[in-house]
């Protein structure tokens, strides 16, 4: 197994996380549009309920094959030829809808094709930034992403709303389109260095993937922590999908306060990716996640308090601050700790547990919001989510790294 950083590699990684944000955006934009277009053609939840699960479900699904795919093939490839296979079905989509064939139904399959990319290339990224990046370099370059992910969830919101307010979704989707190809050339200028595994084209992706699973299995604080993620975020995950709902009941159903909710926690997460990526968190990467968590379940607390709006908005932004200061030292550590040839592996596993979690938490605390106050949710959930992160403190193999 090899692995070289390019002497370089400020610039490559320039041209990567440049590369990454132009397709981002495109993505993103058609994501929401389609969202918007859905719910206005045909203010059915049920409509919108299987479009969230053709968001979900291929991403489960493929993150088990993906992994043995990042780590056996080029991941750069991988990562273009995703872009370019959703870009493909967008443009067949677009051509569908410029002949006349406008019907709902068709957006489900570029869902589910779109789905299905996101869960190849989201590992796949987290996997190749630390072919290119020096490791001291990487709380850095992982909080720079996280911050232009959480710039795109700021602005795509408005803009899908103000394209598909002015032009018709066709347009939209040939932006996506454009930003694809555009972001496909750049990714051609990269230079990766290959990670080479005698033998392992000769082994079955069966084989391969079972290899994953006895890697978490040895490695006993990778499978902790990544145990702890998915609980966490399972008990966050009313802080995710429940607020709009709280919101228009608690405080008045005005389009503008779910908007401005939104925008509040994506200006949060921005601010928090620029923080972590300029701080780096303690030496202690644990100790960075681990208060992150006791502020996030804290600031829950405080969503579930807030006697008035405003103050709804000061906990939802400091909760977005909290997030990147969460997840980004959890992709660092185990771009750290694993090794180079099983990051393709262990980021897709991590990938589908995260994909899991949100519709678990649907399921769990979707029912509750009917039965008990939102309010009630939220406080409980926050104080879980604080008895997480004091128990993994006290865990010695967890606090290990």
């Given at each position: 197994?090899?692995?070289?950083?390019?002497?370089?590699?400020?610039?490559?990684?320039?041209?990567?996380?440049?590369?990454?944000?132009?397709?981002?955006?495109?993505?993103?934009?058609?994501?929401?549009?389609?969202?918007?277009?859905?719910?206005?053609?045909?203010?059915?939840?049920?409509?919108?309920?299987?479009?969230?699960?053709?968001?979900?479900?291929?991403?489960?699904?493929?993150?088990?094959?993906?992994?043995?795919?990042?780590?056996?093939?080029?991941?750069?490839?991988?990562?273009?030829?995703?872009?370019?296979?959703?870009?493909?079905?967008?443009?067949?989509?677009?051509?569908?809808?410029?002949?006349?064939?406008?019907?709902?139904?068709?957006?489900?399959?570029?869902?589910?094709?779109?789905?299905?990319?996101?869960?190849?290339?989201?590992?796949?990224?987290?996997?190749?930034?630390?072919?290119?990046?020096?490791?001291?370099?990487?709380?850095?370059?992982?909080?720079?992403?996280?911050?232009?992910?959480?710039?795109?969830?700021?602005?795509?919101?408005?803009?899908?709303?103000?394209?598909?307010?002015?032009?018709?979704?066709?347009?939209?989707?040939?932006?996506?389109?454009?930003?694809?190809?555009?972001?496909?050339?750049?990714?051609?200028?990269?230079?990766?260095?290959?990670?080479?595994?005698?033998?392992?084209?000769?082994?079955?992706?069966?084989?391969?993937?079972?290899?994953?699973?006895?890697?978490?299995?040895e490695h006993t604080f990778i499978k902790r922590l990544l145990m702890f993620l998915f609980l966490v975020?399972?008990?966050?995950?009313?802080?995710?999908?429940?607020?709009?709902?709280?919101?228009?009941?608690?405080?008045?159903?005005?389009?503008?306060?779910?908007?401005?909710?939104?925008?509040?926690?994506?200006?949060?997460?921005?601010?928090?990716?620029?923080?972590?990526?300029?701080?780096?968190?303690?030496?202690?990467?644990?100790?960075?996640?681990?208060?992150?968590?006791?502020?996030?379940?804290?600031?829950?607390?405080?969503?579930?308090?807030?006697?008035?709006?405003?103050?709804?908005?000061?906990?939802?932004?400091?909760?977005?601050?909290?997030?990147?200061?969460?997840?980004?030292?959890?992709?660092?550590?185990?771009?750290?700790?694993?090794?180079?040839?099983?990051?393709?592996?262990?980021?897709?596993?991590?990938?589908?547990?995260?994909?899991?979690?949100?519709?678990?938490?649907?399921?769990?605390?979707?029912?509750?919001?009917?039965?008990?106050?939102?309010?009630?949710?939220?406080?409980?959930?926050?104080?879980?989510?604080?008895?997480?992160?004091?128990?993994?403190?006290?865990?010695?193999?967890?606090?290990?790294?």
């Amino acid at each position: 197994m090899t692995t070289n950083i390019n002497s370089r590699w400020k610039s490559q990684i320039t041209l990567f996380l440049t590369a990454q944000t132009i397709s981002l955006f495109g993505s993103s934009l058609v994501q929401y549009a389609i969202i918007w277009y859905i719910t206005l053609q045909t203010s059915s939840g049920m409509m919108l309920m299987v479009s969230t699960v053709c968001g979900f479900l291929p991403q489960i699904v493929i993150s088990l094959f993906a992994g043995v795919w990042i780590d056996r093939y080029n991941r750069k490839k991988l990562i273009m030829l995703a872009d370019g296979v959703i870009a493909g079905s967008t443009l067949m989509l677009t051509v569908l809808f410029c002949a006349g064939f406008k019907d709902i139904v068709l957006l489900y399959p570029l869902l589910l094709i779109r789905a299905a990319g996101t869960g190849i290339q989201t590992p796949a990224v987290n996997a190749l930034i630390p072919q290119i990046v020096p490791q001291d370099k990487l709380m850095k370059v992982n909080g720079i992403n996280g911050s232009i992910s959480s710039l795109m969830m700021f602005l795509s919101p408005a803009a899908g709303g103000v394209m598909l307010s002015i032009a018709p979704l066709e347009t939209v989707f040939i932006i996506d389109v454009i930003t694809a190809i555009v972001g496909i050339i750049i990714m051609l200028t990269i230079k990766v260095p290959t990670i080479t595994r005698p033998g392992s084209e000769l082994r079955s992706n069966w084989y391969e993937m079972k290899q994953g699973f006895m890697y978490m299995k040895e490695h006993t604080f990778i499978k902790r922590l990544l145990m702890f993620l998915f609980l966490v975020l399972i008990l966050i995950s009313p802080s995710a999908f429940l607020t709009p709902l709280m919101v228009s009941r608690s405080f008045g159903a005005e389009v503008w306060r779910l908007t401005i909710s939104e925008m509040t926690f994506s200006a949060g997460a921005l601010l928090g990716g620029v923080l972590i990526a300029s701080w780096g968190g303690f030496r202690n990467r644990m100790h960075t996640i681990l208060l992150a968590c006791t502020l996030y379940g804290l600031l829950m607390i405080g969503l579930g308090i807030a006697p008035v709006f405003i103050m709804y908005l000061a906990a939802n932004f400091l909760i977005g601050i909290t997030m990147p200061c969460f997840n980004s030292p959890i992709t660092v550590l185990l771009q750290e700790r694993v090794e180079p040839h099983m990051h393709g592996r262990v980021f897709s596993l991590m990938h589908m547990s995260n994909s899991c979690a949100l519709p678990l938490g649907i399921m769990l605390f979707g029912p509750l919001g009917d039965v008990i106050h939102i309010e009630d949710i939220l406080i409980g959930c926050g104080c879980l989510v604080m008895l997480c992160a004091i128990l993994a403190y006290r865990h010695s193999r967890l606090r290990m790294n």
